[in-house]
């Protein structure tokens, strides 16, 4: 089942934000998933509808990091503002983990502009959580040159028209988005267990001319 939400402007219809879910049932007992029950499908269909908040979904497989990511924050402890009504770690808490491993230098230059989670276990107030983060080969800019050319269209952004409309090819890189792995683990003596996988894309703040006013 799909879930989707679209934050927009009452007055123009400009579109802020969107955002797509898939749903599953799962089985308490056995933790395997389930087919939902048709008496449940026909009670719920009538507020089915078929109109997508994001059309196109995304088949790229994100992979699970090692303990060789880049970037780690260890010893991370939920509190107990951080939980729901079911005693899990909220869906804002995970957001708040992954970003916590992003450099200062590409959160004061970038914005985030798409993510993407995985949810793989529940997060319970007793366990202690382990944020890894990974920068993409595609999208991470070295010594201001990128490090694999071989990408031309990232997240909407498509190199050959920006170097055609006169940016060069080093300032089109610049321009690119760029993208991160994440993953949340849990961390302690009974070893590790995925609970979130995730990726990033960011994207150059806008530069404005405009004085701010006083």
């Not at 993409?136 to 010594?143: C, T």
């Not at 609970?195 to 894309?201: D, E, K, N, S």
Request: overall charge neutral; proline content about 3%.
């Amino acid at each position: 089942m799909r879930r989707d939400w679209l934050v927009q402007s009452q007055a123009t219809g400009h579109v802020f934000a969107c955002a797509t879910s898939t749903w599953v049932m799962m089985n308490q007992q056995t933790r395997r998933l389930s087919k939902m029950p048709e008496e449940v499908r026909d009670e719920i269909s009538p507020w089915f509808i078929d109109n997508q908040a994001i059309k196109e979904d995304s088949s790229e497989k994100i992979i699970k990091l090692e303990s060789k990511a880049k970037y780690m924050n260890s010893n991370l402890k939920p509190k107990r503002s951080d939980l729901d009504m079911n005693q899990h770690v909220n869906n804002v808490k995970y957001l708040r983990w992954m970003l916590e491993t992003i450099p200062d230098e590409i959160l004061e230059s970038h914005q985030l502009c798409n993510i993407i989670l995985e949810y793989r276990r529940e997060c319970g107030s007793s366990d202690i959580v382990q944020s890894l983060c990974h920068p993409d080969e595609d999208g991470i800019l070295k010594d201001g040159l990128k490090q694999n050319s071989d990408i031309s269209l990232l997240n909407g952004f498509s190199l050959v028209s920006e170097i055609l409309e006169g940016g060069g090819l080093l300032g089109s890189y610049e321009k690119a988005p760029l993208r991160y792995t994440h993953l949340l683990q849990t961390q302690g003596e009974r070893g590790s267990e995925e609970i979130v996988r995730g990726r990033t894309t960011w994207k150059r703040k806008m530069s404005s001319t405009m004085p701010f006013s006083t």
